[in-house]
């Protein structure tokens, strides 16, 4: 039985961290977060939402982060989840797919002391081990993943990286609609000569961007394999399902 819904895109990890390098290269913040104007330099704002949207998605699922926690934030871009994360908790492990990415993040965030910032491989968690962090958090990243395969491996790897009792909050999606490909894309010249010109955004009809859906059975089933229960479920059947997985106590990773 599948669990993918849509047409999936066969792209890999190389193609997405090229990808998100050069959207990286052209505006970060606009490709971070979208609901921005392109090439606002108006920074205040954009810190500002992430702790918004962090403090949305633990309220949804009813997570809150200790003092004590080490926490892991996957698709960390340029830091905008990670610096309210690395504030609450003990220590952050940032991972994300593009050097280019992280490198920015490095820049902004030189005073966190706390945050250990990592380029990811695009398909798994590593160089996590086994057990090593109390939370995953993860917001509007898994969405933007083309094959849906590499995000159920994901979850399986917070199962794997979370320690016994350890909670993970994420959003998937789950409405195949909005990762079309927009009809003629490309066909509008006022549209092209916009983006050559660096007055609009370039990329948005890559499937690096546009992502894949998942069901939630099959969210559910990775969950299990990486020894991950399910806990709460909200917005499921819309592009931004939130999830909060828990890691079972005494999990052996056997079966």
Not at 17 to 35: I, L, Q, S, T
Not at 103 to 130: Q, T, Y
Not at 155 to 173: D, H, K, T, Y
Request: hydrophobic share 40%.
């Amino acid at each position: 039985m599948s669990h993918y819904r849509g047409t999936v895109a066969a792209v890999d990890p190389t193609h997405m961290r090229d990808f998100w390098n050069r959207r990286a290269r052209e505006e970060p913040y606009f490709f971070v977060d979208d609901r921005r104007a392109y090439r606002d330099r108006e920074l205040a704002g954009f810190w500002s939402a992430g702790e918004e949207d962090l403090d949305r998605l633990l309220a949804l699922l009813e997570v809150s982060i200790a003092p004590t926690n080490v926490v892991l934030d996957i698709g960390c871009g340029v830091g905008r989840l990670t610096r309210v994360i690395a504030a609450r908790a003990a220590r952050v492990h940032a991972l994300d797919i593009s050097s280019e990415m992280i490198e920015r993040a490095r820049e902004h965030h030189s005073d966190l002391d706390n945050v250990e910032w990592i380029v990811g491989d695009g398909r798994s968690l590593e160089p996590l081990g086994e057990g090593s962090v109390d939370g995953c958090v993860s917001h509007v990243v898994f969405q933007h993943i083309p094959d849906p395969s590499i995000t159920l491996g994901y979850v399986r790897e917070m199962g794997r990286v979370l320690r016994p009792g350890g909670w993970a909050a994420f959003q998937v999606s789950n409405d195949a609609r909005v990762h079309r490909p927009p009809r003629r894309a490309g066909a509008n010249p006022l549209g092209r000569l916009a983006s050559a010109l660096g007055r609009a955004p370039r990329g948005r009809a890559d499937p690096a961007w546009l992502g894949s859906a998942v069901e939630l059975e099959g969210v559910r089933d990775a969950a299990a394999q990486g020894g991950l229960e399910l806990e709460r479920v909200v917005g499921e059947g819309t592009q931004f399902c939130l999830i909060r997985a828990r890691k079972a106590v005494g999990y052996s990773g056997d079966g």
